[in-house]
């Protein structure tokens, strides 16, 4: 993401573009003045000396910090710019840099560019609304201003508020030479996966008459080089690196744009690859440390994941990702780390406890179906990390809080909130673990080739599929949106992840999804699943995926499910009315009330087997509530199943009861009716212990030594 680069190429396409003084070569200025030798300090670090550049930042910090009281605003500004070149670990010498373009902002009022060289500064180093009202100020004087209005776009970029490429849009209007903004729009495209958008506006940046800087040529063939490997076009691609290299021999701000886009591809071994590169061309590169250290950390190297990002953040003190990701880190060393089967579980001791006894039978059980029938098998262990904060799940995920979802999947390292995370009745845990380890099937059988919308759309499918009222469920708002045209066909359906029309759209998408892979495995059979990601493995487009393993192109494909939807929902759409619909796309698998009022129902009917099935499904939504564990635990005791008896008076246990003795003489009742006479004993003496005259633990004591050998209760 644009955001994290670093401050440098963002001062060097951003700034010196807007103000002209790059454009126009060095040479042909009169005299070396201050501006003219921060320049050459500027693109000498672009080719790669980085100390030629540093000892020219330092000369010309140094000669600010003798006199430069009496500097005008253009020296000041250029002072600013030397102390960036020098601020690789240095945080003071960003503040200086802050303070000398504020020095010549008050030394000129009417000086925009010293005003948005701070602005930049500011968003650079996240602070967004410092930020926000310089460029508001600029536009106050100027409203055509293409600078300010481009940095509008990039705060909305960094807060998520707004349409950032409307905003950009507003600064081509304003300039429709002002390559920064040709720049921003063309990765805006590439992070929405609008290919062909992204290389056409990357390629409008090397044309003669906008007169891009080396910078920015190299910004725009980095772009289309990143497009073209996408794409698979390894011609293009080798051009566009040969570009690249014939502008610095040290290119590393092109691999770190192919690392951000292979990591969005969700490729994250090429990503890590491609950091590396950008690190060896770059030892002090932030962006190439912290895509680095990200992806290792995604495919779990903790060890040396942590150590490029402590390296990134000793450098860059002021990186918000950084700085969230290594107080996570820490975090996570206080986890226990449990090993059971298959599966590498990483939780807080209370969550491990609670948790892993229910988790751990459910992922083995979902593997082997899901192995049997991809005929696929992830490599052991798959790890799976468990937040109690949904603030640290977030940050795991992207490295800031916020975010949405409720698990993400980085192939065979998975992170989920714990449920306790969410309110009661948000989700369903159970099937959102069931729906990440899908991910882990679909991304590993594909190389990470799958399209988003397949993955998501076959793991929506597979927890309708694992259990009876798993998955999401079709409500009004979703046939609303069918009968109203608002879906997207097959061929575009990846477009309603990431690119949706509204707010509405990335819930429609995922079951929508999920209804294509229902049809396809309805009218073609299962292997056919396991065949389209094979096909993507193979590097295959959409297109060819449908015609060899669906043999339908595009177009047929679309026409065949848009059919096969319609019937399958026509009853549903001929009571719909388009003007339905709302932020209610789908209906979900975490509502409590409905499943209390069938284990009500059960327990007054003491029938055992159906109010064991209610409460099952109950702690899969919230399994904090030792009374519905006690009742199960109960019902499972009375139904002759000792060993899930066990587990209940566990997990009570493990919820921290007020009445710690009588939950334990529980478990021990419960371990001795499963033939534990061992362990019930272990509980007994513990509790007789601490309370040597508890009547009910001297009763089971008794009990337990009158018992015959195997005998119980």
């Keep these: 993401m644009s955001a994290r680069r670093a401050a440098l190429a963002a001062v060097v396409s951003f700034a010196a573009a807007a103000s002209g003084v790059i454009a126009t070569p060095v040479a042909a200025q009169a005299a070396p003045d201050r501006t003219a030798r921060v320049q050459r300090a500027e693109l000498a670090l672009l080719r790669g000396d980085r100390a030629t550049a540093e000892r020219e930042g330092a000369t010309i910090a140094a000669e600010y910090g003798r006199g430069g009281d009496g500097w005008s605003a253009r020296d000041r500004i250029a002072a600013g710019r030397a102390y960036l070149l020098v601020s690789a670990g240095e945080a003071d010498a960003v503040r200086a840099a802050l303070r000398a373009f504020d020095a010549a902002a008050a030394a000129d009022p009417t000086n925009d560019e010293a005003v948005l060289r701070a602005s930049d500064l500011l968003l650079d180093k996240y602070v967004a609304p410092d930020a926000q009202q310089g460029y508001e100020a600029v536009l106050r004087r100027r409203p055509t201003s293409a600078w300010a209005l481009l940095g509008m776009a990039r ?13 950009a849009r507003e600064a081509l209007a304003a300039d429709p030479r002002f390559v920064p903004a040709h720049l921003f729009v063309a990765r805006q495209h590439l992070e929405a996966e609008a290919d062909d958008s992204a290389r056409a506006a990357a390629r409008r ?101 942590r150590a490029h990002i402590e ?42 406890d609670i948790l892993l006894p229910y988790l751990s039978p459910l992922l083995e059980e979902a593997y082997d179906k899901l192995a049997a029938r991809y005929d696929y098998r992830p490599a052991a262990p798959v790890r799976m990390e468990i937040y109690a904060r949904h603030a640290d799940f977030s940050v795991r995920t992207v ?76 409500s009004p708002p ?51 699943l396991g065949a389209m990601l094979r096909g993507w493995r193979d590097g295959l487009t959409n297109a060819q995926v449908f015609q060899r393993v669906l043999k339908l192109s595009e177009a047929a494909l679309d ?87 066990v587990r209940e008076r566990r997990a009570i246990l493990a919820l921290g009861p007020s009445d710690l003795l009588a939950a334990r003489v529980d478990l021990a009742r419960a371990l001795f009716g499963a033939g534990d006479r061992a362990g019930a004993r272990r509980e007994v003496l513990a ?27």
């Design 155 to 167: 705060v909305m970029e960094f807060t998520g508020k707004g349409d950032a490429l409307a905003k």
């Design 205 to 305: 940046v090397l044309t003669p008459d906008l007169r891009a800087t080396e910078a920015q040529a190299l910004d725009a063939w980095a772009v289309i080089g990143a497009v073209a490997w996408i794409e698979g076009d390894s011609s293009a691609f080798r051009d566009a690196r040969a570009q690249a290299e014939r502008i610095t021999p040290r290119p590393a701000p092109f691999y770190i744009t192919l690392s951000e886009a292979a990591s969005r591809q969700r490729r994250y071994a090429d990503a890590e690859r491609f950091a590396a590169r950008a690190l060896e061309l770059d030892s002090m590169s932030v962006a190439a440390l912290g895509s680095l250290g990200t992806n290792r950390l995604r495919t779990g190297q903790l060890s040396q994941g």
């Design 311 to 352: 390296r990134a953040f000793a450098i860059d003190p002021f990186n918000l990702w950084h700085k969230n990701t290594l107080d996570l880190l820490d975090a996570l060393a206080t986890f226990r780390t449990v090993r059971m089967g298959r599966f590498e579980f990483v939780a807080s001791a209370r969550e491990a």
């Design 399 to 474: 490295g800031l809080t916020g975010l949405g979802a409720l698990g993400v999947s980085f192939g065979r390292l998975l992170a989920i909130d714990a449920p306790s995370a969410r309110a009661p009745g948000t989700f369903n845990w159970g099937s959102t673990a069931w729906h990440e380890l899908t991910h882990t099937f679909t991304l590993g059988l594909s190389d990470n080739r799958v399209p988003r919308w397949f993955s998501e759309g076959v793991s929506v499918h597979e927890e309708r599929r694992a259990r009876p009222g798993w998955g999401a469920t079709p």
């Design 478 to 528: 979703y046939y609303a949106a069918l009968k109203g045209n608002v879906l997207r066909p097959v061929s575009q359906l990846n477009d309603g992840f990431v690119r949706p029309r509204n707010e509405h759209e990335v819930v429609l998408s995922y079951f929508h999804a999920s209804m294509v892979v229902e049809m396809i495995e309805a009218e073609f059979g299962a292997p056919a």
């Design 559 to 645: 026409e065949r499910f848009d059919t096969w939807v319609r019937a399958r929902f026509a009853r549903a759409l001929a009571a719909t009315s388009v003007a339905a619909m709302s932020d209610s796309a789908v209906v979900g698998d975490a509502e409590l009330e409905p499943l209390i009022a069938e284990a009500q129902q059960y327990e007054r009917a003491r029938n055992d087997t159906a109010l064991i099935g209610a409460l099952e499904r109950m702690l899969w939504i919230w399994p904090y509530d030792a009374p519905t564990h006690a009742k199960l635990a109960d019902a499972a005791a009375r139904a002759g199943l000792p060993g899930k008896a």
């Design 687 to 713: 509790v007789l212990e601490q309370s040597p005259t508890y009547e009910r633990a001297q009763q089971l004591l008794l009990e337990l030594r009158n018992a015959p050998p195997g005998g119980t209760p």
